[in-house]
């Protein structure tokens, strides 16, 4: 709603991967290196992880985006997978039918598959994505994959992307672990980083005017954040959704202390002591919904913070009524 107010041609805060707008870090670049690095090595296998929203998803999407030349990738995204449920993924991603359903039939259709595509010299890689949710016996099954030889190495190189417990679920099977060539950690990104990343989606999205986020608010998103992209898009489109319903071409840094609890989910008594107390009060307590019968009643600061909060969001939601009765108006 805010895009042409802020002279934007593209949404620039989206929480869903976008690999044309990935910002790539130092770190960033060197994960895209190892990854590319496993689809051309004949040993490679790479483990990539980091925390929700650090970037994995959005780079394994740039990563296939770029892929040139002779070779089949299959690319797995969904991992609440059964014992042979993984076996037979593989084999659709493949183009394959399975013609008998069984973990050894669909295991020996795998190999004359691996086996045909290293006769004819393609490289078949293995790209799986929220790898951490895999059993063991899912892992199990890919390090005997990446066991199978043809005459110019392993026939089957992996990629694994995931939360960091997907490390320690590799590492836990040392004979799994051995064969990972590289594994490679996302950290959140630093302050310099941020402003770089939040000035970058802004560029990508058509902004061409004055700078939105100052010093100041970039160092409070840094920290509210810990510098994951996913929670800085979502901090930095609350607070354009909030300029926009007061109509302001300014980012005032009080909304992203007055929104934090809607965005992240966190307690209100938590983001009521990095705060200052909410400037509008006006609705009266006992309109304020409880929790339940068995609920503790809320402290006089909770109620503030309570308050406070849905107070802005009806100003907010009242303003954006407005806006968009005009504009209605305007184009009937």
Same mark, same amino acid.
């Given at each position: 709603m805010y895009l042409d107010f802020f002279g934007l041609h593209r949404?620039?805060?989206? +929480?869903?991967?976008? $690999?044309?707008? +990935?910002?790539?870090?130092?770190?960033?670049?060197?994960?895209?290196?190892?990854?590319?690095?496993?689809?051309?090595?004949?040993?490679?296998?790479?483990?990539?992880?980091?925390?929700?929203?650090?970037?994995?998803?959005?780079l394994l999407k740039k990563t296939i985006r770029n892929l040139e030349g002779n070779l089949k990738l299959l690319n797995i995204s969904y991992t609440n997978l059964e014992s042979r449920d993984l076996f037979a993924l593989i084999l659709r991603k493949a183009g394959l039918e399975v013609n008998d359903d069984t973990k050894v039939a669909m295991l020996f259709q795998i190999t004359e598959y691996l086996e045909k595509m290293a006769a004819a010299g393609t490289p078949v890689i293995l790209a799986i994505d929220e790898a951490q949710n895999l059993t063991r016996e899912n892992l199990e099954d890919i390090r005997m994959l990446t066991g199978m030889e043809s005459m110019g190495g392993p026939s089957m190189r992996v990629i694994l992307l995931g939360q960091p417990e997907l490390r320690q679920a590799i590492t836990a099977i040392p004979q799994l672990a051995q064969r990972v060539k590289l594994f490679f950690?996302?950290?959140?990104?630093?302050?310099?980083?941020?402003?770089?990343?939040? $000035?970058?989606?802004?560029?990508?999205?058509?902004?061409?005017?004055?700078?939105l986020f100052d010093d100041d608010t970039v160092r409070e998103i840094h920290d509210i954040s810990g510098g994951i992209p996913r929670l800085i898009n979502k901090l930095c489109d609350g607070m354009l959704m909030c300029a926009y319903s007061e109509d302001r071409p300014f980012i005032d840094p009080y909304d992203l202390k007055s929104i934090?609890?809607?965005?992240?989910?966190?307690?209100?008594?938590?983001?009521?002591?990095?705060?200052?107390?909410?400037?509008?009060?006006?609705?009266?307590?006992?309109?304020?919904?409880?929790?339940?019968?068995?609920?503790?009643?809320?402290?006089?600061?909770?109620?503030?913070?309570?308050?406070?909060?849905?107070?802005?969001?009806? $100003?907010?939601?009242?303003?954006?009524?407005?806006?968009?009765?005009?504009?209605?108006?305007?184009?009937s």
């Open positions: 949404h620039p805060f989206r +929480i869903t991967p976008e $690999d044309d707008f +990935i910002y790539m870090s130092q770190q960033h670049s060197r994960a895209y290196v190892y990854m590319s690095s496993a689809i051309w090595s004949s040993e490679g296998f790479v483990v990539i992880s980091g925390e929700i929203g650090s970037g994995k998803t959005t950690h996302l950290e959140g990104l630093s302050q310099a980083e941020t402003a770089e990343y939040i $000035d970058y989606r802004l560029l990508v999205s058509g902004h061409g005017g004055n700078r934090r609890t809607e965005l992240l989910g966190e307690e209100p008594e938590l983001a009521q002591r990095k705060r200052p107390t909410p400037r509008a009060q006006s609705i009266p307590r006992d309109n304020i919904p409880t929790l339940g019968a068995e609920s503790s009643p809320m402290t006089d600061r909770q109620w503030r913070t309570v308050a406070g909060s849905l107070e802005r969001i009806a $100003d907010a939601l009242e303003r954006i009524e407005s806006r968009l009765a005009v504009r209605d108006s305007e184009t």
